[in-house]
T-cell receptor, first 119, second 112 residues
Framework: EVQLVQSGAEVKKPGESLKISCKGS????????IAWVRQMPGKGLEWMGI????????RYSPSFQGQVTISADKSISTAYLQWSSLRVSDTAIYYC????????????WGQGTLITVSS | QSVLTQPPSVSGAPGQRVTISCTGS?????????VHWYQQFPGTAPKLLIY???NRPSGVPDRFSGSKSGTSASLAISGLQAEDEADYYC????????????FGGGTKLTVL
């Protein structure tokens, strides 16, 4: 069974940096895309960007370009989402999800990582 | 404001049929991109419900069906059950974003 397991919840202060992870298993990690999706409290889903771990090709939604960095380490089947300077407005649940190709459906999701940014 | 427009809420009695619309434009659904639908219960990750406009993943009951026409898509749920109460999201892709994905704003389904 395909699984995406995300790192645990984090509580951070504004201005701090953070890197969360998403580890894939039971499939060829380098042959599928990984996306990151944000869900702010009580709100809908937002597409942040995607990465192809096979060659690290990365694409960002304009709303998130320059705000976050998406990366992957194919040797350990893990994708990452990182911030260099968190804001209170980054408080949200972040999901990783798998796509078999860049405009496919998200056929498998991580459990989500809650990020709380508060002074 | 989401690129794809969904009604904020729909409701129906057990056994009834409800539909959820997803309206886009010539840059997304109308550009020929497929539409996918997800179901999300409170406190849990979304789950794929319909892919490529009208296909059900293994394990999804045939009470759920999807369709696409022009710049819109629809999710239909027949034989409504209490357990169907959840949030539903459509998703497609946008040529203005170099083919990156976009979601609808989500629809809360209430089973009366």
């Amino acid at each position: 069974e395909v699984q995406l397991v995300q790192s645990g919840a984090e509580v951070k202060k504004p201005g701090e940096s953070l890197k969360i992870s998403c580890k894939g298993s039971a499939y060829t990690f380098t042959s599928c895309w990984i996306a990151w999706v944000r869900q702010m409290p009580g709100k809908g889903l937002e597409w942040m960007g995607i990465i192809y771990p096979g060659d690290s090709e990365t694409r960002y939604s304009p709303s998130f370009q320059g705000q976050v960095t998406i990366s992957a380490d194919k040797s350990i089947s893990t994708a990452y989402l990182q911030w260099s300077s968190l804001r209170v407005s980054d408080t949200a649940i972040y999901y990783c999800a798998r796509l078999k190709y860049s405009n496919a459906a998200f056929d498998s999701w991580g459990q989500g990582t809650l990020i709380t940014v508060s002074s | 404001q989401s690129v794809l427009t969904q009604p904020p809420s729909v409701s129906g009695a057990p056994g009834q049929r409800v539909t959820i619309s997803c309206t886009g434009s010539s840059s997304d659904i109308g550009a020929g991109y497929d539409v996918h639908w997800y179901q999300q219960f409170p406190g849990t990750a979304p789950k794929l419900l319909i892919y490529d406009n009208s296909n059900r993943p293994s394990g999804v009951p045939d009470r759920f069906s999807g369709s696409k026409s022009g710049t819109s898509a629809s999710l239909a749920i027949s034989g409504l059950q209490a357990e169907d109460e959840a949030d539903y999201y459509c998703q497609s892709f946008d040529s203005r974003l170099s083919g990156l994905g976009v979601f609808g704003g989500g629809t809360k389904l209430t089973v009366l």
